[in-house]
């Protein structure tokens, strides 16, 4: 059977035709751009046929063809299998890393002060936590699992409900002792609003305008105030007198135990129409690495 060994090539061609660019697959790949342009190379020689479309010019300078685009989904098929294949063969072993995917508020607010307790259990295992905003290729990545906030809907990924959360107004102790007069949301009027942005452009994501509509003070103004894209940074801001934020509660939980945050009108609920979820490619959901962060994840959010 002749067909080429080239599995860096392939690699190469496959995360070079993804990024539209050799520079940044030679990022992905911790190679340089010339190795990448290089085994490329090599696989359209043994082709005979070139597998890009370059250009000196222009936003995209590197298109694959016609036949390459064909050829891709296959390619990323294969080589997907290919890595959970060898995660197949590292089951039986007694070490490995484990690698995560979550916001870095919710690393910060709720992971980190638990994630002791995994590594107590699972004493060979490894975390490595990737923190961010952005949506990550788990494949290209080699992201095991991961914690989303939404709907509960991400293609190509299983999602299984985490943590429901109520969404509530906070404040310092001593802010609250500063304006005394606060009995009713309406007289949230001309108070310091703290806005969290980290997830402004979801759909379904709730704000201030959306909760005072629910607790009957839509009269209040929201087109002022401090604005920041971070939960953790807005909780850290009202835990700094600067205001009344919109506290999500698995976010603030450790802060109201704790005592540096009040919780305001607390006969007043307001559930999110979000939730967090743990998510991980299907084929994946039996090794043990990462069937084992999950159940544990399960259990400290019932606990």
């Given amino acids: 059977m002749k067909s080429p060994v ?32 290089q085994l490329v190379r090599t696989l359209e020689d043994w082709l005979g046929a070139p597998l890009f479309v370059r250009s000196s010019s222009g936003r995209v300078r590197l298109q694959p063809t016609a036949t390459a685009e064909r050829a891709l989904p296959e390619i990323r098929a294969g080589l997907d299998r290919l890595a959970l294949g060898l995660e197949r063969l590292r089951e039986g072993s ?46 290209a990545q080699r ?5 989303r906030y939404g709907a509960g809907h991400w293609p190509g990924l299983a999602a299984d409900k985490l943590l429901e959360e109520e969404i509530y107004p906070v404040c310092a102790p001593g802010w609250l002792q500063q304006h005394p007069a606060l009995q009713h949301p309406a007289d949230l009027a001309g108070e310091a609003l703290i806005h969290d942005l980290s997830l402004a452009g979801h759909a379904g994501y709730p704000s201030w305008a959306n909760w005072l509509a629910h607790a009957g003070a839509s009269e209040v103004p929201t087109t002022r105030g401090m604005q920041i894209n971070n939960a953790a940074a807005v909780l850290q801001a009202a835990i700094d007198g600067q205001g009344v934020a919109l506290a999500r509660s698995v976010m603030a939980r450790d802060d109201l135990a704790s005592g540096r945050l009040l919780r305001l009108f607390p006969t007043i609920h307001y559930a999110s129409p979000l939730a967090y979820y743990i998510v991980y490619r299907p084929e994946c959901a039996t090794l043990p690495r990462l069937a084992a962060f999950r159940d544990w994840l399960l259990v400290e959010a019932a606990g």
């Avoid at 061609?13 to 990022?27: G, V, W």
């Avoid at 992201?143 to 914690?147: H, L």
């Fill in 6 to 37: 080239h599995l860096n090539a392939l690699r190469a061609f496959e995360a070079s035709a993804r990024h539209q660019s050799f520079a940044a697959a030679a990022q992905e790949l911790h190679v340089t751009p010339a190795a990448v342009g």
């Fill in 143 to 147: 992201i095991d699992a991961g914690v």
């Fill in 94 to 139: 007694a070490s490995g890393v484990l690698t995560v995917t979550v916001s870095p508020a919710f690393a910060a607010k709720w992971l980190l002060p638990r994630i002791e307790r995994f590594q107590a259990a699972w004493p060979d295992t490894d975390v490595r936590l990737d923190t961010s905003l952005k949506p990550v290729d788990f494949v």
